[in-house]
C-alpha cells in the first residue's frame, strides 16, 4: 500500500468535476492514505472537509509562505479551530520560500513562527516548505523549539523502533544528502518527491540513497512535479508510485519494501492507526 504524504486535492485548478474523478481514481488505486495539505485559508478548509466525506483522505491546515502576506490574527484563529476537525494529522504547508519570494521575508517568517508555535501547541506534526531560505528554515525551527526534548517526548513513543522525531516533515526535500541527515540528526523526517526520478537530478538520488529508511516518506506534491514517465503533466496521488520504484532502485531494493516502509513510516509520523 502506498501512502502519498503531500497532494494538494484542494487545487483550485480542479473542476468539482475533476476532483471528484481524482478522488475515485485514488480509490481504486494502491494509494490507501492522502494527506491533502492546505497552502491558504480556502484550501485548508477545503481539506478538512475532504477528509471528512472520504476515507483515504487525511487533512493538513496551514498557510504556504506565498501568502504570508494576506493573513491576519484572525485567520491564524481559524486555523486553530480548523486543526481540532477530525482527521487533521498537520500543521502545514508552513515555512520560507526566498526562490520565489512571492511574500516580503518578514511576514514569511512571522507567520512561519506563528504556525510553528500552533503546531507544537497541538501536539501536531509540521510540514516544512522551505526553498532557498539558505539556513533560516531550520534556525527558525530551532529557536522556536521544534526539535526540544519536549517536542520530542511527544513523537518519540515506541522504545522498541527507536524511532527519532520531532513530528518535523520536510516536504519535497530539495537539499543534500549531508543536510537531510543534518536534519534527521535534529529529529526531522524527510519526504521526497518526483524529482528524484528526473536524470539530472543526482542530489535528490543520492538523498533517497543515504537517509535512513525508518526516515524517508514520499508524496506527490500533486498536481505539480509530475514523476517520470509522465514529467510535464499533471501529476496524481497514484503516481507516487513511480518515485517509490525510483527510491528502489537507488537503494536496490524491491519496490514493494519501499513501499511497506514509507507508509508505515507515515502513519506513525503522523500518527495514524
Ligand atoms: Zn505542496
Known amino acids: 500500500m502506498l501512502f502519498d504524504s503531500h497532494a494538494h486535492i484542494n487545487h483550485d485548478g480542479y473542476s468539482d468535476d475533476e476532483r471528484r474523478d481524482l478522488i475515485e481514481t485514488i480509490e481504486r488505486s494502491d494509494v490507501g492514505y492522502v494527506i491533502d495539505v492546505g497552502f491558504d485559508m480556502k484550501s485548508s478548509a477545503q ?132 543536510q537531510a541527515l543534518e536534519y534527521i540528526k535534529l529529529g526531522a523526517t524527510i519526504s521526497i518527491a518526483g524529482p528524484v526520478t528526473y ?6 538520488a543520492m538523498v533517497a540513497e543515504q537517509i535512513p529508511l525508518s526516515h524517508l516518506l514520499i508524496e506527490t506534491d500533486a498536481p505539480y512535479l509530475a514523476p517520470e514517465p509522465f514529467r510535464g503533466k499533471p501529476n496524481t496521488s497514484p503516481l507516487v508510485y513511480h518515485t517509490a520504484k525510483k527510491i528502489a532502485e537507488l537503494r536496490g531494493v524491491d519496490v514493494s519494501e519501499i513501499e511497506a516502509a514509507t507508509c508505515a513510516n507515515a502513519k506513525r509520523f503522523f500518527g495514524i492507526e
Open 199 to 204: 536524470k539530472k537530478n543526482i542530489k535528490t
Open 47 to 178: 481539506a478538512v472537509s475532504h477528509a471528512a466525506e472520504h476515507a483515504r483522505i487525511y487533512a493538513a491546515v496551514g498557510v504556504h509562505p506565498h501568502e504570508a502576506d494576506k493573513i491576519d490574527d484572525d485567520d491564524l484563529a481559524r486555523l486553530a479551530d480548523l486543526a481540532r476537525a477530525p482527521k487533521v494529522v498537520a500543521i502545514g504547508e508552513i515555512g520560507l520560500d526566498y526562490y520565489r519570494n512571492l511574500s516580503p521575508k518578514d511576514d514569511q517568517q512571522y507567520w512561519f513562527r506563528r504556525q510553528i508555535r500552533l503546531g507544537l501547541e497541538r501536539k501536531l506534526p509540521i510540514l516544512i516548505h522551505d526553498r532557498d531560505s539558505e539556513g533560516d528554515a531550520v534556525r527558525i525551527l530551532t529557536e522556536e523549539g521544534a526539535f526540544s526534548s519536549e517536542r520530542r517526548a511527544v513523537f518519540e513513543k515506541n522504545p522498541v523502533t527507536g524511532y527519532e522525531s520531532a513530528g518535523v516533515l520536510l516536504h519535497c526535500f530539495s537539499g543534500t544528502a549531508e
